[in-house]
């Protein structure tokens, strides 16, 4: 027996110890590639449409961000002023309430959350029990405001990469609602203006977010509302300390501690 080669068990060792190397060094590059789709600079893959693109296995260090569950409320705002015009409220025939908003973004579609219709999108719910409201102020389906309009919807689109991963937010949240009939502007309702392909928000300032949501005691529960919220750049949004390289170059995170 030739005494240069190590023993069996030495081999072993060896196969063990080089497999945790390898497995180091797959993590390493997991993590930095993770990190790198942070920033806002490099363009996401999961923002294109790609059925290839890994928007559900983002998973780096999904146990110490600071997250909480989606949150339905609007606190330290008002009642809402000309952008109302462009809302819609989204309900069902068997609710009392919205159940999401939307926006009207031309005359015959609107703009939601895909999360709010994914039922819809896989057929697994009708289309025909939802109803989309235009030209309402009042929280309460019963309520009737002057001027609004009722309109069934005969199409929900979600967008097709939109997915959600264990502790992670939802990606490519979007879907759109195609009315029965396109519907003409008035003094009561109007598409939102749209900005143009090119054009992306502005890396400081304000936002302003609508809804119906609980204002925590702040008053104007019955109709809708808006606050205004500072946009927050992704860079230190991602920081350890507040979201923790969650927030993708596809998204915004405004916000603070006073207005939500």
């Known amino acids: ?17 080089l497999l945790k190397i390898l497995q180091r060094i797959e993590q390493q590059r997991i993590q930095s590639a993770a990190q790198q789709e942070c920033r806002v600079d490099i363009q996401d893959e999961c923002c294109r449409y790609d059925p290839t693109a890994p928007c559900c296995e983002y998973q780096v260090h999904r146990d110490l961000a600071h997250r909480a569950a989606p949150i339905t409320r609007i606190v330290g705002g008002g009642p809402a002023g000309l952008l109302r015009f462009s809302v819609a409220y989204i309900s069902k025939d068997t609710l009392d309430a919205p159940f999401c908003g939307g926006t009207l973004i031309y005359n015959q579609w609107v703009l939601t959350a895909a999360h709010c219709v994914l039922d819809y999108c896989k057929g ?137």
Not at 1 to 17: E, K
């Open 1 to 17: 027996m030739n005494g240069n080669i190590p023993p069996p068990t030495a081999a072993i060792t060896d196969i063990a110890a």
């Open 124 to 260: 697994t719910r009708p289309i025909s029990e939802l109803v989309v409201s235009l030209g309402k102020y009042r929280k309460m389906s019963y309520q009737r405001d002057f001027g609004q309009v009722d309109l069934r919807i005969i199409d929900v689109i979600c967008h097709p990469t939109n997915c959600k991963s264990a502790g992670q937010p939802r990606l490519n949240d979007l879907a759109l609602l195609r009315l029965e009939r396109a519907v003409q502007s008035n003094r009561y309702f109007t598409p939102a203006p749209m900005p143009l392909a090119f054009e992306a928000p502005a890396p400081s300032g304000n936002c302003i977010a609508l809804g119906w949501g609980s204002t925590h005691g702040t008053g104007h529960d019955g109709v809708l509302k808006e606050v205004s919220v500072p946009l927050i750049s992704n860079d230190q949004c991602n920081r350890p300390d507040w979201r923790n390289c969650v927030i993708r170059a596809c998204m915004m995170c405004a916000g603070d501690l006073n207005s939500d």
